[in-house]
């Protein structure tokens, strides 16, 4: 089975400031799909970006960026312009499009923003 | 939108009960999953179905079970519910190949 690890289980970052959640993955599959989740208090897990490990290109959703380094297998996610909504829990993920199709989830990193 | 619907946010239930927590979805998904939450050990794959009737265990399937009779309602069921099993449980569905996870909003389960 793949794994996923989120070595750091806290962070901070300042308003306004820019902060990187990492993520490493293993696998010996060459096509597959990475993701950020993310879930605030509320508990309701909300997707934040999505990369297929085809395209080389980083994937961008407004403030949020990845860095994907697939020979490295690290999928780091990068948050600008920091804002007080963006305190939560964020998973990594990868998805196999190979045998059983299942999501695996790293640990979670908690982001706690500072004003 | 996508609409992932559990049936409970919060629940407490005796040791020993026999405890069914419901997930249904809007958007004709073919895959639905059941995952536990704990602090500390990330999501944990119970059991995942691709089709109606058909079921595949995951990571963590000991002293549950589950039930995909209809396309959009996938119910996981605790036999006998143990003080271990107390945990957030959240429930999630997709297209079939790629797609992204939609989740439910998570029924957190109190096992006394």
């Known amino acids: 089975a793949q794994t996923v690890t989120q070595s750091q289980p806290e962070m901070s970052v300042q308003e306004a400031e820019t902060v990187t959640l990492s993520c490493t993955y293993d696998t010996s599959e060459s096509d597959y799909y990475l993701f950020w989740y993310k879930q605030p208090p509320s508990r309701q897990m909300i997707l934040v970006i999505r990369q297929e490990a085809y395209k080389q290109q980083n994937a961008t959703e407004n403030r949020f960026s990845v860095n994907f380094q697939k020979a490295a297998k690290s999928f780091s996610l990068k948050i600008s312009d920091s804002q007080l909504g963006d305190a939560a829990m964020y998973f990594c993920?990868?998805?196999?499009?190979?045998?059983?199709?299942?999501?695996?989830f790293g640990t979670g990193t908690s982001l706690t923003v500072i004003p | 939108d996508v609409k992932v619907t559990q049936s409970s946010r919060y629940l407490v239930k005796r040791t020993g009960e026999k405890v069914f927590l419901e997930c249904v979805q809007d958007?004709?998904?073919?895959?639905m999953f059941w995952y536990r939450q704990d602090p500390g050990l990330g999501l944990r794959l119970i059991y995942f179905s691709y089709d109606v009737k058909m079921k595949e265990k995951g990571d963590i399937p000991e002293g549950y079970s589950v039930s995909r009779e209809k396309k959009e309602r996938f119910s996981l069921i605790l036999e006998s519910a143990s003080t271990n099993q107390t945990s957030m449980y959240l429930c999630?569905?997709?297209?079939?190949?790629?797609?992204?996870?939609?989740f439910g909003q998570g029924t957190r389960l109190t096992v006394v």
């Open positions: 993920a990868y998805r196999s499009l190979n045998t059983g199709n299942q999501f695996y």
């Open positions: 958007m004709d998904h073919e895959n």
């Open positions: 999630a569905s997709s297209l079939l190949w790629g797609a992204v996870a939609f």
